[in-house]
């Protein structure tokens, strides 16, 4: 509930309010690229949870396409942004007027990723706490919400934030790299440490397809249909599009999980 959880929390409700913040620039390698390895991971989930029992090899398995992916797109996106030979100067890096020393922008890294961590951590405990002893809940249910959201925090401040900066790229990057991260190697590393059996099907009915949607929505909106060598733009509207579909979506997911 906490891995796929965030992953429909950041793209519904991050790039949703990030879209309405400042539209999103779409760079043609993500939806060559970033999106179908997205899509195709998830395709790779349905495939391992689908049996309702998640052996350790699953998350063996998830682990190692983690291991073989990243470095390999790591890789393209390193040569697709390689400046030409002609456009450079004499090799050195030159600074950027107004760019703090990079001592101070390490702390700074560090601190912020420290207070992020810390402040959704206690956030967690508090709600997961209230939500079982008091509203009596599933745990699927608090993994989908309290947790997911509130594990996603750090995400949704850091995309606020280049939202407006114009840091188109950082914040659809941000939540690519983080449904990967969550879909392989968070699933990957708790079920290869402990198998586990007999979840919700909704996990595989509901939750899983949602994800595939909301991954193929950022091709559908960010895709220059007119040029497919172009930057596409995701719109407020489409934005608020995402946030309409993740209220919908918590609406059906608490009537089914509360049983009500």
Known sequence: GNAYGSCIFNLAAILGVAAMIRPLKVKPSVCAVAVPLLLGVTALSYFVVRDMDFSRMNGFILLGVFAVMMPLYCLYDQKSNAQPEEARDDGAAQPVAGTPPLGASIFWVVAGLA??????????????????????????????????????????????????????????????????????????????????????????????????????????????????????????????????????????????????
């Open 115 to 260: 207070l992020l961590v810390g402040s959704s951590h206690l956030l967690v405990w508090g709600c997961v706490d209230f939500a079982r002893d008091v509203l009596h809940v599933s745990d699927l249910l608090i993994g989908l919400t309290v947790v997911a959201a509130g594990t996603s925090l750090p995400e949704l401040a850091s995309a606020i934030a280049s939202a407006r900066r114009g840091e188109h790229e950082f914040v659809i990057g941000n939540i690519v790299g983080s449904n990967l991260f969550n879909t392989l190697a968070v699933v990957g590393l708790a079920g290869s440490i402990s198998p586990y059996a007999n979840y919700s099907r909704y996990v595989v009915t509901r939750d899983i397809p949602v994800m595939a949607i909301m991954s193929l929505s950022i091709l559908v909106f960010g895709l220059n249909w007119r040029n497919f060598r172009k930057d596409g733009q995701i719109e407020r509207w489409e934005g608020a599009l995402w946030m309409l579909i993740f209220v919908g979506y918590l609406a059906v997911m608490v009537k089914q999980e509360a049983g009500l």
